[in-house]
């Protein structure tokens, strides 16, 4: 029995491959960390996760250095 607990953190999670590929974690049990750009999305894309797993949302700009920190 595996026992840990697998993280991803995916940028761009609010739409397209990023929120495709956060579903398919999110169903085969991994814990998210999501990020993009518009909150709006990003908060709607946390809810419908959320029903899967733990999600952590975190809306901005990863180009921005002030942002990664």
Known sequence: MNTQTK???????SRGLGLALAK???QAGWQ?????RGA????QAHHELEQ??????????ISHKAHRQ
Do not use: F, K, R
Not at 32 to 36: F, G, P
Not at 40 to 43: H, I, Q, S, T, V
């Open 40 to 43: 709006e999305a990003l908060n």
């Open 7 to 13: 993280t991803a953190l995916i940028s761009g999670a």
């Open 52 to 61: 899967w797993t733990t999600v952590t949302a975190v809306s901005g700009d």
């Open 32 to 36: 998210l960390i999501i990020n993009a």
């Open 24 to 26: 398919a974690l999110a």
